[in-house]
């Protein structure tokens, strides 16, 4: 092992909340192998970029922060870069005939190999560790977390779903889950240390399965929110055919975990879905919908839309307006299709909807959506709703930010509440993301949980 600045790191992180978590897991890795964290990218003497393939504009990002990257590597020689997560397990050895800035690769299984890929990549070798890892899961590794209020457990990792426009099986490999014992292990830790927030988090979260003795995720979700009473309990990404009933009763009836749920739709259309490959109909959707929202009335939905995949005709994209009406979202991730190299779409599709035509159907649907938002944000101006503060916020330390257990974003008046304090808080406006409002003291009566 070198010393001095060599020996240590810094970690972009790109894409989802896997991905951050993986970047905790990273560090705890190297932290055992003697390197320490950085504090910025220009103190370290390792740069890992932790990157996401999901979408063609995520990896043209990755691209661009490479040519900063081979600039400084210009002016400090000794500077060794990796680029770890899901590019590298895409593209694979081809990344190096890309850029010359990288030393060393490695995917989402192979974290552990990291110290010695360096070791490596110092005598000048560009080390590869590229290999799927089915029963990885990075039990028995306490992650370094960058925050001390939310922290996320990953409880699953990788995807069986195969969703024709997804790249995530070939990155992420086959669905895995970690054991009952684990996560209940790593939640004590987190309630020990004060976290207030605890966040599950999977490809496919609830289709979760312990490998011990067979438990699905309501009967984990149910056990951590009992471990950690006075935190928040938060879990995604759900997949619609695994949303059961029992999973609903349990957040309904557990005072802690949050009423929201974040369920991706894709399409409006059942012609769509069956392209894309999701295994459900747009009735299926409407009925767990409708399941959801008679056991918890008030619930916040949130989803994911994409325009313009594979064959959508205009009554498609109709459909996925339609839908977004009916349902009336909370808010939702919104994309146009880019075709990804290797996936069943890619093989097995044409891309056939014109660039122009994507992008004016994507448009549409974000006017439809934003102005749901903020009919629905409106609706909520007087109410008192209860905000678990997470920081200043940016504007202000007058003021801090924090969400609801609906997900939604509240800027409030401080008042000398701290980050981590749960505050109940009356809302008096909002911006097209947040809303505001201040603090409601000595006021008896359950607040509204949106
Ligand atoms: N093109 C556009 N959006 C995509 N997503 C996944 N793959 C693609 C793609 N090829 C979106 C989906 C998914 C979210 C994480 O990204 O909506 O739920
Ligand atoms: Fe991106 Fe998907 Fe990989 Fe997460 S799992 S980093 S969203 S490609």
Redesign the pocket.
């Known amino acids: 092992m070198t010393t001095g600045r060599s020996n240590t790191f810094y970690i972009h992180t790109f894409g989802?909340q896997m991905n951050q978590a993986d970047s905790a897991i990273i560090t705890a890795l190297l932290q055992q192998a003697g390197y320490t964290l950085a504090e910025s990218e220009e103190r370290a003497g390792i740069i890992l970029l932790n990157t996401c393939a999901?979408?063609?504009n995520a990896v043209d990002r990755i691209e661009n922060y490479l040519q900063h990257l081979q600039g400084l590597k210009k002016r400090d020689k000794a500077l060794l870069v990796g680029i770890t997560g899901c590019i590298p397990q895409y593209q694979r050895e081809e990344m190096f005939f890309n850029s010359y800035a990288i030393d060393f690769l490695a995917g989402p299984d192979t974290y552990r190999t990291l110290p010695l890929l360096i070791e490596q990549a110092r005598t000048g070798a560009k080390p590869v560790s590229l290999d799927f890892n089915d029963s990885e899961t990075y039990e028995g590794v306490d992650p370094v977390r960058q925050g001390v209020i939310s922290a996320f457990v990953p409880v699953m990792r990788g995807c069986n779903n195969m969703?024709a426009?997804?790249?995530?099986p070939f990155t992420r490999g086959r669905e895995r889950s970690q054991p009952f014992s684990a996560v209940m292990g790593e939640v004590k830790q987190l309630v020990a240390s004060g976290y207030r927030e605890i966040t599950l988090i999977g490809q496919n979260v609830n289709s979760y399965h312990d490998p011990e003795q067979g438990m699905h995720f309501a009967a984990l979700l149910d056990s951590v929110s009992r471990e950690a009473p006075e935190a928040r309990i938060r879990f995604t990404?759900s997949h619609p055919k695994d949303i059961s009933e029992a999973l609903v009763r349990t957040i309904a009836d557990r005072q802690n975990i949050c009423h929201h749920i974040h369920l991706?739709v894709?399409s409006g259309s059942t012609t769509m879905l069956g392209r894309m490959n999701r295994g459900h109909t747009i009735e299926d959707y409407k009925e767990k919908i409708a399941l959801i929202r008679s056991i918890i009335p008030g619930v916040a939905l949130s989803t994911?839309?994409?325009a313009g995949?594979c064959g959508e005709q205009e009554e498609d994209h109709q459909a996925s307006l339609e839908l977004l009406s009916s349902v009336r979202f909370d808010s939702a991730?919104?994309?146009?299709?880019?075709?990804?190299p290797g996936?069943l779409?890619a093989r097995t599709l044409v891309d056939d909807v014109p660039e122009a035509v994507k992008k004016r159907r994507l448009q549409e649907i974000i006017d439809l959506q934003n102005s749901i938002s903020s009919e629905l944000f409106h609706e909520s101006i007087g109410s008192v709703v209860e905000v678990l503060a997470e920081s200043e916020s940016k504007r202000s330390s007058l003021q801090l930010m924090g969400r609801t257990s609906g997900n939604r974003a509240v800027v409030f008046d401080r008042e000398g509440y701290q980050p981590g304090d749960l505050v109940r808080v009356l809302i008096t406006g909002t911006t097209s993301a947040t809303m505001t409002g201040r603090p409601e003291r000595g006021q008896e009566g359950n607040p509204s949980l949106y």
Request: glycine fraction near 0%.
């Open positions: 989802c999901v979408r063609e969703c426009y997804c790249v995530v990404t991706p894709q994911d839309i994409i995949f991730y919104m994309f146009f299709y880019s075709t990804r996936t779409a």
